[in-house]
């Protein structure tokens, strides 16, 4: 029965989905524009901090303005760094258009050393 529904529902769908459907990293507007209220109270992390190997990172979105069908805005928020809250109040995300981004808390890749510190 599973499968003749997922037939069926491909069937509907075109080739290559539209990013409102896409499960993917993308542009800060693009995985905001996925959710409800253009995304507020989403959780937010650029998928390089897990590659920096920073952890437990995010930005908690607190308002945005999409334009463009959810492809160009701007989105404030509050940013927890580590654990710990680091704005007191909201403030514009930087970097919506520059970086990947992704819905949750930033997390290690598995495999990954940091680089030696340097000794002077």
């Not at 650029?46 to 308002?63: D, F, L």
């Not at 007191?88 to 598995?110: F, M």
């Amino acid at each position: 029965m599973a499968t003749t529904v997922q037939a069926a529902l491909r069937k509907l769908l075109p080739s290559q989905l539209p990013p409102s459907l896409s499960t993917l990293p993308g542009n800060l507007y693009e995985v905001l524009s996925r959710y409800p209220q253009d995304g507020i109270g989403q959780r937010v992390y650029q998928t390089r901090w897990g590659a920096k190997g920073i952890e437990g990172s995010y930005w908690e979105v607190t308002r945005t303005k999409l334009k463009c069908e959810g492809k160009h805005g701007k989105a404030w928020g509050v940013l927890v760094w580590k654990g710990k809250r680091v704005s007191e109040r909201d403030e514009k995300i930087p970097g919506g258009l520059k970086y990947r981004w992704a819905v949750g808390e930033s997390r290690v890749k598995p495999g990954f050393k940091p680089l030696p510190k340097p000794s002077s």
